[in-house]
T-cell receptor, first 114, second 116 residues
């Protein structure tokens, strides 16, 4: 178990569908992140939640809607996506007071928009 | 602004060769962390090492070693006697502390192929 669990691992959705990605961390971390990894592009930070409050939103289109109901769970709600949104979506968590501090990543959700 | 550059896009080596992955960073902050992550084909990013800006000691962990030089803003990663299992994409990253969380900027990654 990695400590950060993402579901589903793979998702294929049509442009008119609505779906949600789920991330759960079992590490007691207080910050959670969504990253997008497209082919041939660097990792892009999408959203940051610290203590369940959104603290950063990097100009992400409104068709992506994050939700953090508690410190252990993070969702990314998707609707009316475009084919260029196909990517690997990675969730991460961190805790600054952790002496072994560093992001812990989930395995990602491979999203394909058709 | 912060930036991480990994000039090597792809590297191929033959098994048992040594390989060094380069990383150059830019930041005006005096306090920061540097990281290396490994991303195997399965997709998950695996944390390898963290180094803070006040600790320039080089580190060795098994076949892995890291050379941090503030004078050249570099944090290079060397794999000794490479193995096929080392084939992956390696990301160098820079973390700048905000008030309540840490913003991590990733480099573009270096894809390493170790050929048997």
């Amino acid at each position: 178990e990695t400590g950060v669990t993402q579901t589903p691992r793979h998702l294929v959705m049509g442009m008119t569908n609505k779906k949600s990605l789920k991330c759960e961390q079992h590490l007691g971390h207080n910050a959670m992140y969504w990253y997008k990894q497209s082919a041939k592009k660097p990792l892009e930070l999408m959203f940051v939640y610290s203590l369940e409050e959104r603290v950063e939103n990097n100009s992400v289109p409104s068709r992506f809607s994050p939700e953090c109901p508690n410190s252990s769970h993070l969702f990314l709600h998707l609707h009316t996506l475009q084919p260029e949104d196909s990517a690997l979506y990675l969730c991460a968590s961190s805790q600054r007071t952790d002496p072994n501090y560093g992001y812990t990543f989930g395995s990602g959700t491979r999203l394909t928009v058709v | 602004a912060q930036k991480v550059t990994q000039a090597q896009t792809e590297i191929s080596v033959v098994e048992k060769e040594d390989v060094t992955l380069d990383c150059v960073y830019e930041t005006r902050d005096t306090t920061y962390y540097l990281f290396w992550y490994k991303q195997p084909p399965s997709g998950e990013l695996v944390f390898l090492i963290r180094r803070n800006s006040f600790d320039e000691q080089n580190e060795i962990s098994g076949r892995y070693s890291w050379n941090f030089q503030k004078s050249t803003s570099s944090f290079n990663f060397t794999i000794t006697a490479s193995q096929v299992v080392d084939s992956a994409v390696y990301f160098c990253a820079l973390s700048v502390m905000k008030t309540s969380y840490d913003k991590v900027i990733f480099g573009p990654g270096t894809s390493l192929s170790v050929i048997p």
